[in-house]
C-alpha cells in the first residue's frame, strides 16, 4: 500500500443568496449554531470551503513528495542504478489565486463562528501553513541533493536524513490536517442544514457533493495500491457506480437552476464529470496493461476533480 494519506472530505460552497431565517428557541440536540441565519451559515460555509480546497490542492503534492521518499531510499541503496535518481521529478503547488472580490480569507476565520472555533482555525491553520512551508523547504533541499549528485560524495548519508526529516514533518501535517478536517466536518455540516432547509437549489446541491464525494473515493482507491490487479475489480464497480450517478443527474429537472441562472454551471458541473470519466476508463486501461496507476494518472484524475470542485462552487457563488 502507498505509504499516504489523502482527505477525501468534500465540502460545499454555500455562499448563496439566501434570506435570512432564525429559529425561536433550541430544539433536544441543538448546538451554538443552529440558530444562526442562513446569511451567518452561508459565511461560515465560505470560510471552510477555503480549508476544503486548501486540503486538496495539497493532497497531490504531499502524495508526490512522499512517493519520492520512497524512490531516493531506494536509489540510494543501488547507487549504481543510474535510472533510480533520474525518475524523481520534483512536484508543484497549485497556485492559489483568489478572486479580486473574495472577502473571506484562510487566515482569517469569519466573526460567526464562535469564539473557541474562531481560535482553534487561526492557531491551526496557521501552524499547518508554517508546517507546510517547512516542508517544502526540506523537499527543496532533496531535489538539489539529487541534483548536485552530492550522495557520491556522502554515501547517502544527507539523502537518508533528508528523507526522515520529511517523512516525520509530513506525518506532523497530515496529523494536524485530519484534525483541522474533522472540525471543518463538524462546523460546515450545521451551517449546510440550514442553508439547504429551504433552498430551492437543494436537490442540485445534494446530487452534486454526492458525486464530488464518490469522485474523490474513486481517486482515493486507485491511488492506495501500487499493484492495479489489487483493486481492479473495486475499481470497476465504483467507476460504473459514478457512471450510473452520471446519466441519473444530468438529467434533474433544471428549472430552479434556470430562475437561479446556475442551469449553466449545473452543466458545466455534469459535463466535466463526464469528460472525468472517459479520462478514467482510458487510464484504468493503461493501469491494467502496465500493471500500476502511475502517479502522472492520478494527477491527471485530481486535476479533473479540482475542476469540478470549481463548477461546484461557481454555482454556489
Known amino acids: 500500500m502507498r505509504t499516504f494519506i489523502c482527505s477525501s472530505l468534500v465540502i460545499a460552497m454555500f455562499a448563496v443568496s439566501t434570506s435570512c431565517n432564525s429559529t425561536s428557541g433550541k430544539k433536544p440536540g441543538a448546538t451554538e449554531y443552529s440558530d444562526n441565519s442562513a446569511e451567518a451559515a452561508s459565511h461560515i460555509i465560505a470560510y471552510t470551503n477555503l480549508i476544503v480546497d486548501m486540503s486538496n490542492k495539497h493532497n497531490t503534492y504531499l502524495e508526490a513528495v512522499v512517493n519520492n521518499t520512497n524512490k531516493l531510499e531506494d536509489a540510494l541503496k543501488h547507487p549504481d542504478n543510474k535510472f533510480g535518481f533520474i525518475t524523481i521529478n520534483k512536484?508543484?503547488?497549485?497556485?492559489?489565486f483568489p478572486r479580486y472580490d473574495q472577502k473571506v480569507k484562510i487566515d482569517e476565520p469569519v466573526n460567526e463562528l464562535s469564539s473557541q472555533d474562531k481560535k482553534f482555525f487561526k492557531d491551526s491553520i496557521a501552524k499547518y501553513q508554517g508546517l507546510f512551508a517547512t516542508m517544502?523547504?526540506?523537499?527543496?533541499?532533496?531535489?538539489?541533493?539529487?541534483?548536485?549528485?552530492?550522495?557520491?560524495?556522502?554515501?547517502?548519508?544527507?539523502?537518508?536524513?533528508?528523507?526522515?526529516?520529511?517523512?516525520?514533518?509530513?506525518?506532523?501535517l497530515y496529523s494536524l490536517k485530519s484534525a483541522i478536517v474533522k472540525k471543518v466536518e463538524v462546523v460546515a455540516d450545521e451551517s449546510e442544514q440550514i442553508i439547504l432547509k429551504d433552498s430551492p437549489l437543494k436537490d442540485y446541491i445534494i446530487a452534486m457533493k454526492k458525486d464530488m464525494a464518490s469522485?474523490?473515493?474513486?481517486?482515493?482507491?486507485?491511488?492506495?495500491?501500487?499493484?492495479?490487479?489489487?483493486?481492479?475489480?473495486?475499481?470497476?464497480a465504483m467507476y460504473d457506480s459514478l457512471e450510473k450517478a452520471q446519466t441519473e443527474h444530468a438529467q434533474i429537472n433544471i428549472d430552479n437552476a434556470k430562475k437561479a441562472n446556475e442551469d449553466h454551471s449545473f452543466n458545466t458541473f455534469y459535463d466535466d464529470f463526464h469528460k472525468l470519466l472517459l479520462n478514467a476508463?482510458?487510464?484504468?486501461?493503461?493501469?491494467?496493461?502496465?500493471?500500476?496507476?502511475?502517479?502522472?494518472?492520478?494527477?491527471?484524475?485530481?486535476?479533473?476533480?479540482?475542476?469540478l470542485v470549481r463548477d461546484y462552487n461557481n454555482f454556489n457563488s
Not at 143 to 158: Q, S, V
Not at 222 to 236: D, F, V
Open 215 to 236: 469522485i474523490r473515493s474513486f481517486i482515493d482507491l486507485l491511488g492506495s495500491e501500487e499493484k492495479y490487479a489489487g483493486i481492479e475489480a473495486k475499481a470497476r
Open 91 to 96: 512536484p508543484f503547488t497549485t497556485p492559489d
Open 136 to 172: 517544502k523547504a526540506t523537499n527543496n533541499r532533496m531535489h538539489e541533493y539529487i541534483t548536485a549528485e552530492d550522495y557520491k560524495d556522502d554515501k547517502g548519508a544527507k539523502g537518508y536524513a533528508i528523507i526522515d526529516t520529511l517523512r516525520n514533518q509530513i506525518a506532523e
Open 281 to 307: 476508463r482510458k487510464l484504468m486501461r493503461d493501469a491494467a496493461e502496465k500493471g500500476s496507476f502511475e502517479t502522472s494518472a492520478l494527477e491527471s484524475l485530481d486535476s479533473d476533480y479540482d475542476s
